[in-house]
Nanobody, 124 residues
Framework: VQLQASGGGLVQPGGSLRLSCAVS????????IGWFRQAPGKEREGVCY????????YCIDPVKGRFTISRDVAKNTVYLQMNSLKPEDTAIYYC??????????????????RGQGTQVTVSS
C-alpha cells in the first residue's frame, strides 16, 4: 500500500496549486481519503476529505470556496485543487486514509496509511 503525494511548490498569494495523492494497493471505494496540513509551530489540522462511500466531500471553513477535493477512480488518485492561496496556507500537506470519524464528526489523526508530505509555500 502506498499513498504518493505530489504537486506542492512555491506560489504567490492569490495563485493556485493542485496536489495529487496517487494510491496503490487499494481502490478508492475502500478508504476515505483526507488531506491534512501542518505549518511550522502549529498543530496538524485536517483540511478536506472525500468519502469512500459516495464521494461526498467536506472542507474546513478557512478553505471553503478556495479548495476543492476530488477523486479520479480510474486513476486511483485524489486531488486537492487550491485556489486563491494565502500565506496562511503555507504548510506541509499530506494525504491519509481514515481521515474522519463519521460517528463523532471529528477528524482522525491516526491513520492506517499516509503519504509523505509535500511542501506548499505561499509567499511573494
Amino acid at each position: 500500500v502506498q499513498l504518493q503525494a505530489s504537486g506542492g511548490g512555491l506560489v504567490q498569494p492569490g495563485g493556485s496549486l493542485r496536489l495529487s495523492c496517487a494510491v496503490s494497493g487499494f481502490t478508492l471505494d475502500y478508504y476515505s481519503i483526507g488531506w491534512f496540513r501542518q505549518a511550522p509551530g502549529k498543530e496538524r489540522e485536517g483540511v478536506c476529505y472525500i468519502s469512500r462511500r459516495d464521494g461526498s466531500t467536506y472542507c474546513i471553513d478557512p478553505v471553503k470556496g478556495r479548495f476543492t477535493i476530488s477523486r479520479d477512480v480510474a486513476k486511483n488518485t485524489v486531488y486537492l485543487q487550491m485556489n486563491s492561496l494565502k500565506p496562511e496556507d503555507t504548510a506541509i500537506y499530506y494525504c491519509a486514509t481514515d481521515p474522519w470519524n463519521f460517528e463523532s464528526s471529528h477528524w482522525v489523526y491516526e491513520h492506517d496509511y499516509r503519504g509523505q508530505g509535500t511542501q506548499v509555500t505561499v509567499s511573494s
